[in-house]
């Protein structure tokens, strides 16, 4: 198992706001990665491998935090889509809840170069990150 980190040294290695991590009475760890936010949640992800390869499937370790007001939603879905040509993945990523507003995704994979936009929904919010793949 990982060990725990402080507040202060996760945001060292995260990319999320601290008022966001720290500043909300829940506690709720959210691990080192690609950070994101809604209305409602924080959400940091990371792929394995971390370099995402054309044609080859990836996974996606994520985990959610809600924000002061907001549950901790039950599943969080995503999805990968190329918006410029309107299309999705030709895979359907599945997802496993593995505790504590974490989460793993297997199957991805990205058939094209060009603008992928990975979209995460926590109830009914959606997180979205752009990327290229080259
Ligand atoms: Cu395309």
Redesign the pocket.
Known sequence: MEKRRSCVRRHAQALIAAVALCGAAQACELPAGTGLESAGFVLSYRTLPAAIALGEHFSLDYAVCPKAGAVMPATVKVDAW?PE?R?GMNYKASVAALGGGRFRAQGLLFH?P?RWEIVFEADGERLSHSLRLE
Do not use: T
């Open positions: 190329m040509h299309h094209m060009g």
